[in-house]
Nanobody, 123 residues
Framework: VQLQASGGGLAQAGGSLRVSCSTSGQTLSGYTVAWFRQAPGKEREFVAGIFWTGDSTRYSGSAKGRFTVSRDNAKNTVYLQMNSLKAGDTAVYYC?????????????????WGQGTLVTVSS
């Protein structure tokens, strides 16, 4: 499956952004999808994930309470709503997918990756 991340941009601290992960004509049904991010000079880190059934989500400690991951299988899209943004959220955000996978935090488990979308939060 080919993933396309979009929706990044510039936001002020305390503001909100929503990034999307979609496919071009392929279904996301049956895929667990996760969001990772990578800031300059840092390792890629897990942000949030949604189980392929859509009834279970997982968040990193820094995302919990501020970010919400959701999916719309009819639109073949997974969203990451980011609220109360902080300067430390600045990074390239990647979506990744694994067929019938668990919402693991380990990036190597995911077989499919989008190209990333840059989120910049100004303080």
């Amino acid at each position: 499956v080919q993933l396309q991340a979009s929706g990044g941009g510039l936001a002020q601290a305390g503001g909100s952004l929503r990034v999307s992960c979609s496919t071009s004509g392929q279904t996301l049904s049956g895929y667990t999808v996760a969001w990772f991010r990578q800031a300059p000079g840092k390792e890629r880190e897990f942000v949030a994930g949604i189980f392929w059934t859509g009834d279970s989500t997982r968040y990193s400690g820094s995302a919990k309470g501020r970010f919400t991951v959701s999916r719309d299988n009819a639109k073949n899209t997974v969203y990451l709503q980011m609220n109360s943004l902080k300067a430390g959220d600045t990074a390239v955000y990647y979506c990744a997918a694994e067929k019938f996978g668990a919402t693991t935090t380990v990036p190597e488990v995911y077989d499919y990756w989008g190209q990333g979308t840059l989120v910049t939060v100004s303080s």
